[in-house]
């Protein structure tokens, strides 16, 4: 298994190109189910995840091929479905596999889907989703671990659908499967998330008719049939932010182009608040730490356009080298605090109270944050260590690598370019 070695210390400075986002395309590769013409992604990143999802559509009757002339150009098509089942060995590897599900019912009539249980930061139910197909009509049973859902004769039938929480994967999954059911549907209290507008411009360029994406009511008028389309997709938000973050806690300056400081959110301001300066340049944007330092600050992980989840525990790092106290409160998964012991094996001063973690950071006196071999069981977490360590004193091992290649592409080649001492240990 392959591990990466970091010497703290180094300030971050240079220019850093933001990939398309992991989180966008992932839904997107599941809708290349939903048309029996070619579909055109660009800015594919080059993730494990994303090769996961292939592989899984392909099993379903996607034909993929790499394009030439720039890279992350990829052709997809599914001229008919080869299979409804999206099998355990698939789905335990990436839970947005459960995304096929919306996709296979429109246009299979049926999909059985392995349940993706459990995982590292928490339950994670799908019964939004499976509530959501029921009201288009859909018959769902649980058998054995996995969903049956069928839709009744005639196909799926528009509906109005109120979600008790704005659920990213379910307002998706509902997209896709509403897209060409029979009549009007209305997602009520649907996610927010600029993923969603992502995949409702890519629907909508395959000639489905969706309004409303991006706020929490969308309404999807049926179409008899969707068609190719080309579609870039969107720049990685949450790659944005954990560089940004890298800069902060870094004292660096780094010029992130390709990202767009409008998708932060309200992300933004929190970060403004615990020190940090943006300004905006021709092709992005740069950041800096303002003249008075890292300040702690107090977040709170809410629905987009609220502080992300997903960048909450690289929040936990910067606040390690703030001056001051922060607490951080995470609402939307249980059990994301994975960081914090590791964090912790590395001099950073952090005690959970509930679903609240209070850092004490050591700004003034200088970073606390030593090197040490550390290992992390998610995505995020794996990342919020990288940026410990970059500006730990001293070395830092970090194991089970793969979580960071799921979600990250490229990570060492770009922070070495901006200055940073990294290696990977095949
Ligand atoms: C997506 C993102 C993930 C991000 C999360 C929140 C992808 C591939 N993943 O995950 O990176 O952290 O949004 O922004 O895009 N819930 C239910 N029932 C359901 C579905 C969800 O109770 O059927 C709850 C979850 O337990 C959680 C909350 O709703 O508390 C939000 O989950 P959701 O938005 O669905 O997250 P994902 O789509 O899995």
Known sequence: MDRLLITGGRKLEGT??????KNAALPLIAATLLTGDTLELRNVPELADVVSMMRLVQRLGVASTYLPGEPGRVAFHCQELLSTTAPYDLVRKMRASVLVLGPLLARGGEAIVSMPGGCAIGTRPIDLHL??????????ELSQGYVTARAPAGGLKGARIELTQPSVGA???????????????????????????DLALLLSSMGAAIEGAGTSTITIEGVAQLHGA?????????EAGTYVMAAGITGGRLHITGGDLGLLGGAREKLEEAGLQFT????GFAVSVASEGLRGTDVMTRPYPGFPTDLQAQ????????????????????????????????????TIHGGSALVRGQGAR?????????????LRASVSLVLAALAAEGETEINRI???DRGYEHLEQKLQAVGACVERIP
Do not use: W
Not at 319 to 335: D, R
């Open 16 to 21: 850093l190109a933001i990939s398309g986002a």
């Open 131 to 140: 509530s959501g197909m029921e009201r288009l009509g859909a018959i769902i």
């Open 171 to 197: 307002t998706e999954n509902l997209l896709m499967a509403a897209a060409t059911a029979k009549g009007t549907t209305t997602i009520i209290g649907a996610a927010r998330e600029p993923e969603i507008v």
């Open 230 to 238: 080309v579609h870039s997709i969107m720049p990685d938000r949450i």
């Open 280 to 283: 905006d340049t021709a092709d």
């Open 315 to 350: 929040f936990m790092a910067l606040m390690c080298n703030a001056e001051g106290a922060s607490m951080i409160t995470e609402t939307i998964f249980e059990n994301r605090f994975m960081h914090v012991p590791e964090l912790a094996r590395m001099g950073a001063q952090i």
């Open 366 to 378: 200088g970073t606390t944050l030593r090197g040490a071999p550390v290992m992390a069981t998610d």
């Open 402 to 404: 793969y979580h960071l």
